[in-house]
């Protein structure tokens, strides 16, 4: 190929077509051209970008290991440019980029581009606006792979928290069709005993015990049995059944009640009586436990909802930071059992709302929070704290474990700088976070020593909430 065949060649091209046609010479007479084959490496992953690449035919693509293998993160065909760009600061690229196909590159060596800028303003304008393309989808698909981190990180904490309740629903729906079947035995062995208006009134009385009062659960499994044996007791002495202990110990029914009952029904009919009495509480206690565990879950996914409720605003707006760290704190409990870590949350009473992005923020919470956890060691103590400061609010992640060493301590908010074990953190997290944080007008820093980490996010008000506040 000519060089007047290459000028001709970039005269056409999709990005640089619109510049000089001497501007585009200068390009060719300093680039050489690289023919690829599919496989072959363009950069590679912590090597030194060699200079600027213009695609004229073919395709590469940028394959990127987040901690779940190779991704792609970006193609560029013919007609696009990529490597090192005029004013970019990239140095390394964070994968490795390779030829899909049979492919013609011109390259034009990094030691060229500060001559190139002088000489070809409406080149370097040009590749100016491409950096500033390639810097957004970088950070789209870093942000979006983060949350799939996240998000996935949290899937089996999750799955363990909705699995509780739902088991518990599922056990005691299988029981309650037994007792509700022996609680339709015991009401016609009741009305087979034709008792009298006095002694119906008496049987009033030991079913107001038994519903009056919420008793399941709230003593001790030592109190529980002490008093399910003393009722044992209390019927074996009247000769009675004793499989119907277990049902009236989960009852308020008391010994005064059960000896007005004795002494009011005789025989047989005390029997019937006190089995349709422990069939009912019984009842009553499942369906308290069913509702109980439906409640547990229906928290848990407004817990979820809340928290995922990501990119859904496209404008600041007030944010309620109360719910958006409870939500957060709640989807992570999962963790914080499994490691028995006590995680406090000291939110100022009557905190105002900040002006930001809901999703975002809840994203913020939860790499901070998530990364607190994996810091302490078991049993240790993350506190999640907030509180008004002037025309600011200020939200602290704090925790005991070992600290960030001061060596590192300014490089942990870079992208790809992790300190986790290979294959347990891709090196984005504090880098979005501080990320988002900027996107929701705030500020974030990091204090920390041996026992003690702290990472402070300040966030300004919304401005519907500024009244009443200090200047």
Known sequence: ???????????????????????????????????????????????????????????????????????????????????????????????????????????????????????????????????????????????????????????????????????????????????????????RALGASRLTDSQLAAVEAIREACTATKVRGVRSPIEAAEREEAIADWLADHGLDLDIAEGLADSAVTFEGLDQLAGAVDGPAVNAVLRWAAAGCSVRGLASEIQDAAMRISGLVTAIKGFTHMDQATVAEPVDLIESLSNTVAVLKSKARAKSVAVAVDVEPGLPRVRGFAGELNQIWANLIDNALDAVPDSGRVEVLANREHQRLVVRVVDNGTGIPAEIRERIFDPFFTTKPVGQGTGLGLDIVRRLVRHNDGEIDVESQPGRTEFRVILPLAESDLAGGTP
């Open 1 to 187: 190929m000519t060089p007047t065949d290459l000028v001709d060649l970039l005269a056409h091209h999709k990005t640089l077509g619109q510049a000089p046609r001497e501007e585009l010479a200068w390009l060719a007479s300093h680039g050489s051209l690289r023919q690829m084959q599919s496989g072959d490496l363009l950069t590679k992953k912590g090597s030194r970008v060699e200079g600027l690449f213009v695609v004229l035919s073919g395709r590469v693509a940028i394959f990127v290991d987040r901690g779940a293998g190779q991704h792609k993160i970006m193609e560029w065909r013919e007609g696009d440019v990529t490597g090192m760009l005029p004013y970019s600061r990239l140095v390394t690229p964070p994968g490795d980029t390779v030829a899909q196909e049979p492919t013609v590159i011109l390259a034009v060596d990094r030691d060229h581009l500060r001559s190139m800028i002088i000489e070809c303003y409406e080149v370097t304008a040009i590749l100016v606006h491409t950096m500033l393309d390639r810097a957004r989808v970088f950070t789209s698909s870093d942000l979006h792979d983060e949350k799939m981190v996240s998000l996935g990180k949290l899937s089996a904490g999750l799955a363990h928290e909705l699995n509780n309740p739902a088991s518990a629903i599922e056990r005691s729906a299988a029981a309650l069709q037994d007792r509700l079947a022996e609680s339709e035995r015991a009401s």
